[in-house]
């Protein structure tokens, strides 16, 4: 069966497990928020298991050819558990969850060790640079007089981005940081960095964006049409379903690169940002290891689901 580790409210998930039902293909869900109040789980050396008591079924982990390790969550407690223990308890659960994977010898799309190593955006542009990929002018630093030296250089067309927290909670509200561009009455910005390190990138002159899908051997190119709105110019996921979509046809070479870095990574999947300049040329952004695509094959109509259950029932790419 395929094993999907996910949380409650992931809609990617369902979009997919819809697809999965038609299919009559066999699958077990499992929420790690649901882990370990509202499940149990063990393993032994001659019998290892998942146990949901929510759904009253047993995940067999020997009977698991594939795992899509989606969008797993931290656990979650009842208000009236002991605050001062859900650290810890919080703690344990997800280091006996990742010790569980490590020990399921299958396809995954993707192991979490490989997603957590592909995630680093500064490893990536270290490892993009080795292969020969183009990437933008970039500066990841605290420094807020290197920030300022890398905005002068380039003349005022830099944009800033986050290392990993784009979006999430502060007290009782959500936020998103998208890419934003500096401007010069807004250098007082470059004194906060000393609080957090910031990526600072060269503004790349835009004909569109594109964001490519890998699964397995397979590469979806889409292009997004982000020049077209003032607002989505800098960063497209400011209003992304308002923008055309189009499929596109990358170069060879270019479809090789992205292969190629995914497969570097030891990923089956992997979500890729890049700029197309108005000269036809590609640089490379960053590679998301677990990025969204439904939205991509409602708009395109692009077969990436298709591509990813088939490797998935294989079990193998």
């Known amino acids: 069966m395929i094993l999907i580790v996910t949380n409650r409210t992931d809609y990617t998930a369902d979009f997919l497990i819809l697809r999965l039902q038609k299919l009559a293909i066999p699958y077990v869900r499992f929420n790690t928020e649901d882990f370990p109040f509202y499940a149990t789980a063990s393993t032994h050396w001659k019998q290892d298991r998942i146990r949901l008591q929510k759904s009253e079924s047993t995940i067999e982990l ?7 390790y989606r969008r797993p969550e931290s656990p979650s407690f009842p208000d009236d558990f002991d605050i001062d223990a859900r650290d810890f308890a919080g703690r344990e659960s997800r280091e006996f969850l990742l010790g569980l994977w490590r020990c399921l010898p299958c396809l995954w799309v993707n192991h979490p060790d490989s997603i957590r190593l592909a995630e ?24 807020p007089e290197l920030a300022r030296q890398f905005y002068e250089s380039n003349e005022g067309k830099v944009v800033a981005k986050t290392l990993r927290q784009s979006h999430g909670t502060l007290g009782d509200r959500e936020y998103v940081i998208y890419t934003n561009p500096v401007f010069g009455d807004q ?8 609080y957090s390190p910031v990526i600072f990138q060269q503004r790349v002159e835009k004909a569109s964006d594109i964001r ?6 397979d590469v979806f190119a889409t292009e997004i049409h982000s020049q077209e709105r003032d607002e989505t110019r800098v ?9 055309r979509h189009t499929v596109h046809r990358l170069p060879e070479h270019v479809e090789q690169q992205c292969l190629n870095l995914v497969r570097s990574y030891g990923l089956v999947f992997g979500a890729l940002d890049l700029v ?22 409602s708009l395109t109509q692009q077969p990436i689901s298709a591509k990813l259950i088939e490797v998935l029932d294989r079990g193998q790419i």
């Open 62 to 68: 020997s009977k698991v050819k594939s795992v899509w």
């Open 120 to 143: 680093n955006k500064i490893e990536q542009l270290k490892r993009m640079t080795s292969m020969g990929l183009e990437i933008p002018g970039t500066v990841v630093t605290n420094d």
């Open 276 to 297: 197309k300049t108005p000269s036809s040329d590609y640089i490379f952004l960053e590679l998301n290891p677990n990025g969204q695509w439904a939205w991509i094959e």
């Open 212 to 217: 490519v899908t890998v699964v397995g051997s």
């Open 187 to 194: 250098l007082s910005v470059f004194q906060t960095v000393r």
């Open 235 to 243: 960063d497209w996921r400011r209003d992304t379903l308002s923008l």
